[in-house]
């Protein structure tokens, strides 16, 4: 597994040799890491200590990666992202008041960083919308479809449906539920991530789940009839 060393820091492993084989929506007992298994490194990193910091990549970067895809859909850009985040946290981990935060801090700058990769994307698009309506309107052979179509749309198709879901929620409450069931942080850690009292993302987390129990028992009924 290839890697890029940040300027006078750690090792951020890269996924890139793994890029076909995109996260599963899998959820594992053990995906969340223990505390004890990070707190000692992360108080050592937070003091400059670089091999702590390479030992935090190590513990966290699949569970890091794993969460952006879940945000983007898109493994290559998950890797990018991935990467992002751990230049960012390398940088300013001496700003962490409290080792034990770690893994709240971390979805924090995650979470902010997919955030930042839709807005550009966004204004991407703008400028790409002319481009792309002068291409639609050209005339187009009819050739046989590329290669590897239909695995493609089947592989999307579980995500097409929990998109269509969460589409029913707030932003709030979509993030509550994505970091509690997908990304299984504790309730007290996603207070950390999204800055918010634990009762109010008790409510938020009770509210989406409200809603997508609705939202699925109708899906099931429709694609039933």
Do not use: C
């Not at 992360?42 to 670089?50: F, Q």
């Not at 859909?73 to 001496?94: C, N, P, W």
């Not at 089947?154 to 097409?160: I, K, T, Y």
């Amino acid at each position: 597994m290839s890697g890029v060393r940040s300027p006078g820091g750690p090792l951020v492993r890269s996924h890139k040799k793994n890029m076909k084989q995109e996260p599963q929506p899998t959820i594992t007992p053990e995906r969340g890491r223990e505390a004890s298994a990070w707190i000692a490194p992360a108080a050592l990193a937070v003091r400059g200590d670089d091999k702590a910091f390479a030992r935090l990549v190590e513990i966290f970067q699949e569970e890091i990666h794993r969460m952006v895809y879940f945000r983007t859909g898109s493994a290559m850009d998950a890797e990018d992202i991935t990467q992002e985040v751990f230049l960012k946290a390398f940088r300013h981990i001496g700003r962490l008041k409290d080792p034990r935060h770690l893994r709240g801090w971390l979805y924090r700058i995650a979470l902010n960083s997919v955030r930042d990769h839709h807005r550009r994307r966004r204004v991407r698009m703008l400028f790409e919308k002319s481009a792309r309506r002068r291409r639609e309107e050209a005339p187009v052979g009819q050739g046989a479809p590329a290669a590897g179509v239909e695995q493609i749309l089947l592989r999307r198709e579980f995500w097409d449906r929990i998109r269509g879901l969460m589409d029913r929620l707030s932003r709030l409450e979509k993030e509550v539920f994505m970091l509690r069931f997908f990304d299984e942080l504790k309730i007290r850690e996603i207070s950390i991530v999204l800055k918010r009292s634990e009762s109010t993302v008790k409510t938020h987390l009770h509210r989406a789940i409200k809603k997508l129990a609705g939202a699925h028992e109708l899906f099931e009924r429709t694609e039933g009839s």
